[in-house]
């Protein structure tokens, strides 16, 4: 069936860096695309939502990167914090039900 | 705003018994709520998706005679795990779609434990 997939199950960063966080997707029907950030015990976190129609959004410190051509969504986490600790999900949907497909999760770890 | 708030955070139950597990999204009103299930490590899953005032949509393989949903108003949504077993242990998640909007919005997750 049509998934949304991540490239890297753990992701391990050094405080200050860049992280970038990268998902792939399989359904060309999608047109909205969003990254979620889960804390340990808690319930996913909006972050950040891009449409097919666009290419490039960003907001405060995380940009995401839309690539229609190769199917791939990337989240870019600027400066990262530790508090960014974080598993990170990409999930698509198609607009007619409003249902998500969600990616299987990246685990960023931030290094002191 | 578009706060979501789950109740209980936390429950543990015998086996046998019934839980109920409410969702309500306290800033605005959910024309659709979602249910989702999520082993450790794992993703979402998605059990059922809960338009007000219609009865549940489940996903396939999910019992609906197990898994009772009730969107009762556009504020609040349960979910009832009943005659609850061992393996029905794991972190239940609500999400509300505010009325004209694409995003959902999520609970912070009640986490069930059946002995």
């Known amino acids: 069936g049509e998934s949304v997939g991540l490239h890297l199950p753990t992701l391990s960063v050094q405080e200050g860096d860049n992280s970038i966080i990268n998902c792939a997707y399989s359904?060309?029907?999608?047109?909205?695309f969003i990254w979620y950030k889960q804390e340990s015990g808690k319930g996913p976190q909006f972050i950040i939502d891009i449409r097919s129609n666009m290419d490039k959004r960003q907001g405060q410190r995380v940009t995401v990167l839309l690539n229609k051509t190769v199917k791939h969504l990337s989240l870019q986490i600027a400066a990262t914090q530790p508090g960014d600790s974080a598993v990170y999900f990409c999930?698509?949907?198609?607009?007619?039900?409003?249902?998500?497909?969600w990616g299987a999760g990246t685990k960023l770890i931030i290094k002191p | 705003g578009a706060v979501v708030s789950q109740h209980p955070s936390w429950v543990i139950c015998k086996s046998g018994t019934s839980v109920k597990i409410e969702c309500r999204s306290l800033d605005f009103q959910a024309t659709t709520m979602f249910w989702y299930r999520q082993f450790p490590k794992k993703s979402l899953m998605l059990m059922a998706t809960s338009n007000e005032g219609s009865k549940a949509t489940y996903e396939q393989g999910v019992e609906k005679d197990k898994f009772l949903i009730n969107h009762a108003s556009l504020t609040l949504s349960t979910l009832t795990v009943t005659s609850a077993h061992p393996e029905d242990s794991s972190f239940y998640i609500c999400?509300?779609?505010?009325?004209?909007?694409?995003?959902?919005?999520f609970g912070p997750g009640t986490r069930l434990t059946v002995t």
């Open positions: 999400s509300a779609r505010p009325r004209g909007y694409d995003e959902q919005y």
């Open positions: 999930a698509e949907g198609d607009g007619s039900n409003y249902q998500l497909i």
């Open positions: 359904n060309s029907a999608s047109d909205y």
